[in-house]
């Protein structure tokens, strides 16, 4: 295995929707009932200013099999300097 993290790039985020879409058809963990496609996904991704709210993705041989981020936890003001973390990983990454 030879595994990586790095920075996501709009490149990664066909298989970050494949990923993601595992969990909404596979699980109740994401909240979300139908899949979701790169169009749909692709506002959430521009949310990613690389400081404070990031995405990362782990590689194994160039093929993403998971990503983490962190975005905003609420709108409000008082919960500016708190933020949510995710992650998800490929099936087959998991274990």
């Known amino acids: 295995m030879s595994t990586a993290i790095r920075a996501a790039t709009r490149d990664d985020l066909p298989r970050i929707v494949a990923i993601y879409n595992h969990y909404v058809e596979q699980s109740v963990a994401t ?7 790169v ?8 949310t990613f200013d690389g400081a404070r709210h990031q995405l990362f993705v782990m590689t194994d041989a160039e093929l993403v099999i998971g990503y983490a981020y962190s975005g905003a936890f609420r709108a409000r003001a008082a919960y ?15 274990g």
């Open 80 to 94: 500016d300097r708190s933020v949510e973390t995710s992650i998800y990983l490929a099936p087959a990454a998991v």
């Open 31 to 37: 909240f979300d009932t139908e899949p979701a496609t």
């Open 39 to 46: 169009a749909s996904k692709a506002p959430w991704f521009g």
